[in-house]
């Protein structure tokens, strides 16, 4: 196992405008490899959340399949927009009803204009019976027309860098999505390359 066996998607969450009313919505997914910030953490992992957003505002909770139990995260924050400006700023937490991983906690921050965006995570890694360690996590991504490309890494006591390039669409109502990952040995002890495919389901629930 990794010392940084990190988990997740989820800071995007938090982007977008203030919605007039509440607005809560579930979702369904599955990868054919997870990995989260450029690290592997589990082949054919399925995964499910559900989110509450109100007036910029918001909470949720999503869990994976990590073979070795769940991965269960918590988060929340606050998010908005100014012309092509927007702005967002929350709390993650990735727990674990196993032993695949100890618990990450987190501040997010992010912005972006136009088809750029910029987020940061400042945080804390319980680490089992080490010492707690710190992190930054760094991205810097532009999308258009469903193509992405991402290149991040992270500082402190975790270091390394990982490139991402993907498209996302929708196929008869499913989320669907295609990325290439590589990651340098610095990150995940030797270099890494992936392709994973994606495939997804969100439901208004209101």
């Given at each position: ?6 988990t997740?998607?989820?800071a ?8 007039a ?32 957003e ?21 988060y ?19 727990y ?14 992010g ?38 490309g ?14 991402e390039?993907g ?32 495939i997804?389901k ?5």
């Amino acid at each position: 196992m990794n010392t940084f066996s990190r988990t997740t998607l989820i800071a995007t969450f938090f982007l977008g405008s203030a919605v007039a009313q509440a607005d809560v919505s579930a979702n369904l997914g599955f990868a054919s490899e997870y990995y989260y910030r450029g690290i592997f953490q589990e082949s054919s992992s399925a995964s499910g959340g559900i989110d509450y957003e109100s007036n910029g505002f918001s909470v949720g909770t999503w869990a994976a399949d990590v073979g070795d139990g769940l991965e269960v995260d918590l988060y929340g924050g606050y998010g908005g927009e100014s012309g092509d400006f927007s702005y967002s700023i929350g709390f993650t937490g990735y727990y674990y009803t196993g032993d695949f991983d100890d618990t990450y906690q987190e501040i997010n921050l992010g912005a972006g204009y136009g088809v750029f965006s910029f987020d940061v995570a400042l945080g804390r890694y319980d680490n089992f019976d080490g010492p707690t360690l710190d992190y930054t996590y760094y991205s810097i991504s532009a999308e258009k027309n469903g193509f992405y490309g991402k290149y991040a890494g992270f500082s402190q006591d975790f270091e390394g860098e990982y490139v991402e390039l993907g498209y996302g669409t929708t196929v008869a109502e499913l989320d669907v999505g295609l990325s290439l990952i590589f990651s340098n040995s610095d990150l995940v002890g030797e270099s890494d390359e992936a392709v994973v495919f994606t495939i997804g389901k969100s439901f208004d629930i209101n």
